[in-house]
């Protein structure tokens, strides 16, 4: 199935479900009366930020998972096709915001050719793989529209 590209209309209909979410935030928080009016703004936003940063790790963790689940039980060798077993190891992943969120990563490992590989990153598509690989501490720093950084492990072949 090709990505489709999101529409304005979509990206609206997504912060209209999020800005709902900030109502519960603020009744589950401070109850139905809301903040007392000891509560400084720093203090909102900073209840604000914990449920951006804990929606944005929750969206992504399901998100992936999800992919992974579409890569089935075995996915084949990127050098010699054998079908390997796939095994997932979770992992850190730090995005553009600085955000972090657990990855579910699918690995597998061919005994023909002793090296893992990382069916997310590889593939016919490797342009289009949705996770890139990890690179320095300045390129994680600097992101960059669109960009997902790993935490320092590197999705390269690894030779045994």
Do not use: Y
């Not at 609206?12 to 999020?18: C, F, M, N, R």
């Not at 850190?92 to 990382?118: L, N, W």
């Not at 890139?132 to 600097?142: I, K, L, N, T, Y």
């Amino acid at each position: 199935m090709a990505a489709r590209k999101l529409t304005s209309e979509d990206l609206k209909q997504i912060e209209e479900l999020a800005k709902g979410w900030g109502k519960i935030v603020v009744r589950q928080h401070w109850g139905e009366q809301g903040p007392g009016l000891d509560v400084t703004l720093d203090q909102m936003e900073e209840v604000a930020m914990a449920a951006v940063r804990s929606l944005l790790a929750g969206t992504l963790e399901v998100a992936t998972l999800r992919q992974a689940i579409q890569l089935g039980e075995e996915q084949p060798c990127p050098d010699c096709g054998r079908m390997c077993p796939l095994q997932r190891e979770q992992r850190p992943i730090v995005v553009r915001t600085g955000s972090t969120f657990e990855h579910d990563e699918p690995k597998a490992h061919c005994p023909a050719c002793r090296r893992d590989f990382f069916p997310s990153a590889s593939g016919a598509e490797t342009e289009h793989a949705r996770l890139q690989p990890g690179g320095s501490e300045q390129d994680r720093a600097s992101g960059g529209p669109g960009k997902v950084a790993s935490t320092g492990r590197q999705n390269s072949r690894r030779r045994r």
